[in-house]
């Protein structure tokens, strides 16, 4: 170093660290820097040295004064050591490299010394290392006191295995600091890390729980785990061994009453404020405001809210979170619109606010307006975003969200996995959603449902239940969601004997009780098979009653079949659940219309007019540049309406001169047949065929999402014309995928 050659101005090496003292030290640190670097060992060197690096404010200035200290010879002594290693593994700045370096050097450190290094460890996330240094102490006979196992336990994260943790355990009860308050606290904080909640519970119980903290960590473990009710009854104890509860208490208590809708529990826990025993900050008050949004009490969570001095992006965003909950997205939306500042939760909050209730284009705008406001997206925005994508059938925003994730490495985990995956099956892109479940590292049952079902929906169903044996094999345990993809992918292709050996062994193998769901499925299973009586009879000897779900399926089988009698049986109990549900009379009207009962057809459109009943209008969306265009049945309000119909009309003057008859069995109106060619001429899908096959390029995949069933008619029609203009259409409807191409269907019209 330079001042070893040129000793006499060693102390100009110390002009940055005499400027960066306090000007009443600037004086006393002159003295001392020339009464080191002139002075021998002696106790006045010493005591020079301890003033400078009590005063010592960076690493640089630390290697400084150490150099110094080498050259003086200073540096041999315990204390300098211990102020050097202590300053290096303590200080925000510091260096636990150096310190190492200096700790090496030593010939018998002290306890003191190790705890100090181990203490440095755990204050850099480093608990490898830490525990690494706590065995080397072990090899060179230092034990351990009360401090050496608080240090090191502070520092543990989850990269530190579970095994380690119990080794510890071992050790603190070997050494006989089992009882320590401290340890045990630093063992409950660990176990409650790793998700041991029962040793973190055994440990808690066996302690003296005199102080609050102890409580608090227990409690926060609980809701980790989902168990608040448990956090509840350590509430309840803390009050009978009159435990002053802290405001960290409070905060999680009132947490553990938000997930459990706990009004009642929530109030109690709130009179600590009232009452003032706890005086409130701007924490608990957003977690009160959580509470009672949680529990649909918006007005007292309002009220707070309104009472607060000072607000942060959290109370903004527990409101709208409090909105959206009770469906009031439009309100979400008017204090989202007033928030002074907004970070990527609010952002979120309010774009899973329109998510949920299906406002999916308001969804994409929001993402528009985040991104034009330079607000990163996280992991939990993307899901959002991803899940919109999938909704609408917008592939092309969808694998941009996905390139926008990759630019900018937003974490992709495997809940960013599972929606590109569910996004791609929504979309009909069988062959990427499997690459991107090849792909994904790490893997959960949901990533296997959303395989199994996207498999099963889009005309896979074979390769369906080998996806649920793949996941068996790698002892991925299903649930109830998994069964129903099972379930589905058997319908869908018509695996009647698999699909009741399936529905058996959901209980025999895994314990799971089958819900109203799977039965619906198991109805549904056997009425596209034909098997109407056999289906009739799961209906009856269901252990539930019978939902719309289950009627439903027996209705629609009932359409496909032909079978009047019993579509009556099914669309009376579905009308005494649900009386306007005009889908159950369309669907009636479907079936007589099919079987030529035009008197019944008659009389039940009388009914119709007479209670007012109005048919769901079919919807057909499609994606074109990114954009998501709307068309309803014989809609006009497309800018480009004049083309599009042309362009209806060039489509059917090709599919006539293909053979091309329409088939109106299932227009129920009392009109003309001219006037019911023209009805289904306009449907929905039709105009997004046409308006698909003039907005693409020759070859592009249309892709088509539909509100309702597709008619028969349009079925056909598609298969016609993705053969007339080699074009491949991928049309979901309510129930399932169609991919046509070159004039067949991937249902093979079992639909």
């Known amino acids: 170093m330079p001042f070893l050659a040129r000793p006499r101005k060693t102390h100009l090496l110390y002009a940055p660290f005499l400027f960066s003292l306090r000007p009443t030290h600037t004086r006393a640190f002159t003295k001392n820097v020339i009464s080191i670097t002139t002075a021998t060992t002696s106790p006045e060197a010493y005591q020079n040295l301890g003033f400078l690096l009590r005063n010592c404010k960076t690493i640089d200035q630390l290697k400084q004064i150490h150099s110094l200290t080498i050259q003086k010879g200073l540096a041999l002594d315990v204390s300098v050591y211990s102020k050097i290693i202590s300053l290096c593994s303590t200080s925000r700045g510091g260096d636990m490299e150096y310190a190492r370096h200096v700790f090496d050097k030593m010939l018998e450190p002290n306890v003191f010394?190790?705890?100090?290094?181990?203490?440095?460890?755990?204050?850099?996330?480093?608990?490898?290392?830490?525990?690494?240094?706590?065995?080397?102490?072990?090899?060179?006979?230092?034990?351990?006191?009360?401090?050496?196992?608080?240090?090191?336990?502070?520092?543990?994260?989850?990269?530190?295995?579970?095994?380690?943790?119990?080794?510890?355990?071992?050790?603190?009860?070997?050494?006989?600091?089992?009882?320590?308050?401290?340890?045990?606290?630093?063992?409950?904080h660990v176990y409650c890390?790793?998700?041991?909640?029962?040793?973190?519970?055994?440990?808690?119980?066996?302690?003296?729980?005199?102080?609050?903290?102890?409580?608090?960590?227990?409690?926060s473990g609980h809701n980790k785990t989902g168990q608040f009710q448990e956090s509840r009854k350590l509430f309840d104890e803390m009050e009978e061994k009159q435990v002053l509860p802290s405001l960290v208490t409070l905060v999680s208590v009132l947490s553990g009453c938000s997930e459990l809708k706990d009004l009642d529990y929530g109030k109690r826990v709130h009179q600590y404020v009232?009452?003032?025993?706890?005086?409130?900050?701007?924490?608990?008050?957003?977690?009160?405001i959580n509470m009672y949004a949680a529990c649909g009490q918006m007005n007292v969570a309002l009220g707070i809210f309104c009472d607060m001095k000072d607000r942060d992006v959290i109370s903004w965003t527990t409101?709208?979170?409090?909105?959206?909950?009770?469906?009031?997205?439009?309100?979400?939306?008017?204090?989202?619109?007033?928030?002074?500042?907004?970070?990527?939760?609010?952002?979120?909050?309010?774009?899973?606010?329109?998510?949920?209730?299906?406002?999916?284009?308001?969804?994409?705008?929001?993402?528009?307006?985040?991104?034009?406001?330079?607000?990163?997206?996280?992991?939990?925005t993307i899901v959002s975003i991803l899940g919109a994508c999938a909704n609408l059938g917008a592939l092309e925003l969808g694998e941009w969200v996905r390139a926008y994730t990759e630019k900018y490495k937003i974490e992709n985990d495997v809940y960013v996995g599972n929606s590109l995956i569910n996004m791609y099956f929504k979309c009909g892109e069988v062959e990427k959603a499997r690459m991107m479940f090849h792909k994904m590292p790490r893997k959960d049952k949901f990533t296997w449902t959303a395989m199994i079902v996207g498999l099963a929906i889009n005309g896979h169903g074979r390769e369906a239940l080998n996806m649920f044996a793949y996941m068996l094999d790698a002892l991925e345990t299903p649930d109830e969601i998994t069964y129903i993809g099972v379930l589905g992918a058997c319908t869908h292709s018509g695996l009647v004997n698999e699909g009741r050996s399936f529905f058996i062994s959901m209980t025999t193998k895994h314990g799971i009780e089958p819900n109203v769901v799977h039965y619906g499925c198991m109805v549904d299973l056997l009425g596209r098979a034909g098997q109407i009586k056999e289906a009739y009879k799961v209906i009856k000897d269901m252990p539930m009653k019978p939902n719309t779900i289950v009627w439903g399926a027996l209705l629609g089988a009932c359409r496909v079949h032909k079978d009047v009698e019993m579509a009556e049986k099914a669309a009376k109990q579905l009308l005494q659940l649900e009386p306007e549900n005009g889908a159950v009379y369309v669907l009636l009207c479907n079936i007589y219309a099919a079987c030529k009962k035009w008197d019944n057809l008659r009389d039940l459109r009388n009914i119709i007019m007479q209670r007012g009943i109005k048919k769901t209008p079919g919807c057909s969306l499609i994606e074109i540049n990114g954009s998501v265009h709307e068309f309803?049945?014989?809609?006009?309000?497309?800018?480009?309406?004049?083309?599009?119909?042309?362009?209806?009309?060039?489509?059917?003057?090709?599919?006539?001169?293909?053979?091309?008859?329409?088939?109106?069995?299932?227009?129920?109106?009392?009109?003309?047949?001219?006037?019911?060619?023209?009805?289904?001429?306009?449907?929905?899908?039709?105009?997004?065929?046409?308006?698909?096959?003039?907005?693409?390029?020759?070859?592009?995949?249309?892709?088509?999402?539909?509100?309702?069933?597709?008619?028969?008619?349009?079925?056909?029609?598609?298969?016609?014309?993705?053969?007339?203009?080699?074009?491949?259409?991928?049309?979901?409807?309510?129930?399932?995928?169609?991919?046509?191409?070159?004039?067949s269907c991937s249902c093979k019209d079992y639909w």
């Open 113 to 188: 010394l190790w705890n100090t290094m181990i203490k440095g460890y755990s204050r850099i996330n480093c608990p490898n290392d830490a525990v690494s240094l706590y065995k080397e102490m072990l090899e060179k006979n230092v034990k351990p006191d009360n401090y050496t196992f608080p240090f090191l336990l502070k520092g543990f994260n989850r990269d530190i295995s579970v095994e380690c943790g119990k080794g510890i355990h071992g050790h603190i009860c070997k050494f006989g600091f089992d009882c320590n308050e401290f340890v045990q606290h630093s063992m409950i």
């Open 193 to 219: 890390l790793c998700g041991l909640i029962n040793m973190a519970r055994k440990v808690f119980d066996t302690s003296a729980k005199g102080d609050v903290i102890i409580w608090n960590t227990m409690i």
């Open 274 to 288: 009232k009452d003032g025993r706890i005086e409130s900050n701007l924490t608990l008050n957003n977690s009160l």
């Open 319 to 380: 409101i709208i979170k409090g909105f959206v909950s009770i469906g009031q997205v439009d309100q979400a939306r008017e204090y989202f619109d007033l928030m002074p500042q907004r970070d990527s939760i609010s952002w979120t909050a309010m774009i899973d606010g329109y998510l949920k209730m299906n406002q999916f284009k308001d969804v994409l705008l929001l993402f528009r307006e985040m991104q034009a406001a330079n607000v990163k997206p996280d992991g939990f």
């Open 632 to 743: 309803v049945s014989g809609d006009k309000s497309h800018p480009q309406c004049q083309a599009i119909y042309l362009k209806l009309e060039e489509m059917t003057e090709d599919l006539k001169l293909a053979g091309y008859l329409p088939n109106t069995s299932e227009v129920f109106l009392d009109i003309g047949e001219e006037e019911k060619e023209n009805a289904v001429n306009r449907h929905s899908e039709k105009l997004a065929i046409a308006f698909g096959l003039m907005s693409s390029s020759p070859g592009t995949v249309i892709r088509i999402v539909k509100n309702l069933r597709m008619c028969v008619d349009c079925h056909h029609v598609a298969k016609l014309l993705s053969k007339i203009y080699e074009r491949k259409l991928i049309v979901r409807d309510r129930t399932r995928f169609h991919h046509f191409r070159q004039g």
